[in-house]
């Protein structure tokens, strides 16, 4: 059973362009998480999602950042016209539907943002 | 302080040693995890303790927790080298959203060879 994937793990991008991020939860799981990791800090929630379902989308910037898991197909973050402070870690992690360890969240390698 | 605060900041230690790491929140729980983060990579779940349970073990890994302390331990007994990486914990809330994990600033363990 494969973990979390992300890719791509690392991407470069300058100011003003958009960053695509994708996401593919361990099988068997709907429920995708994103967090943020800027240098030396732990972990910050940005949004949760279920398929075609935002659920909560409380810790992601109100402009620029935006968040789907579509029927098909990976989580896409995506933030438009990227800014130097956007340069961080982003890492998307994914919990089962039901049963045994819905509480856990198993997290993917990440994708290391750099905005130059 | 923040919800899910670690302490220490850094550890070193020597091959054999053990390791306590010290883990601090503010809000009730339902249950506090522990993950491990090797330099540039991604977070490798270690253990989760509930808040009805105590002291919970996985191989060389002891979680405690104190739910009227609000804190738990992670000691790593018998270190490797190979156990060098960050480790956090992360705690959700109770009171609000379940889900939504806050991480601390993780402590640092360094184990030399």
């Known amino acids: 059973n494969a973990g979390v994937m992300q890719n791509p793990r690392h991407l470069v991008r300058r100011r003003g362009q958009e960053a695509r991020l994708r996401c593919s939860p361990m099988?068997?799981?709907?429920?995708v998480y994103w967090y943020r990791q800027l240098p030396e800090e732990g972990l910050k929630f940005m949004v949760y999602l279920q398929k075609e379902n935002i659920i909560d989308e409380s810790g992601m910037p109100k402009e620029r950042f935006s968040a789907e898991f579509p029927k098909e197909g990976p989580s896409i973050l995506r933030i438009q016209q990227v800014v130097r402070g956007d340069s961080a870690a982003y890492f998307c992690a994914s919990s089962p539907n039901v049963g045994i360890g819905t509480d856990t969240q198993y997290f993917g390698p990440g994708t290391r943002l750099t905005v130059l | 302080s923040q919800q899910g605060e670690e302490d220490p900041q850094a550890l070193s230690i020597q091959e054999g040693e053990n390791a306590t790491m010290n883990c601090s929140y503010k809000?009730?729980?339902?249950?506090l995890q522990w993950y491990r983060q090797n330099s540039g990579r991604g977070l490798v779940h270690l253990i989760l303790?509930?808040?009805?349970?105590r002291e919970k073990h996985s191989g060389r890994l002891r979680v405690t927790l104190d739910t009227s302390k609000k804190s738990s331990s992670l000691l790593i007994t018998a270190s490797r080298a190979a156990d060098t990486a960050s480790y956090f914990c992360a705690t959700d809330n109770s009171g609000g959203s379940n889900y939504k994990l806050t991480f601390g600033k993780g402590t640092l363990l360094t184990v030399n060879p």
């Open positions: 809000t009730s729980i339902n249950n």
């Open positions: 099988k068997g799981h709907s429920h």
């Open positions: 303790i509930r808040s009805n349970e």
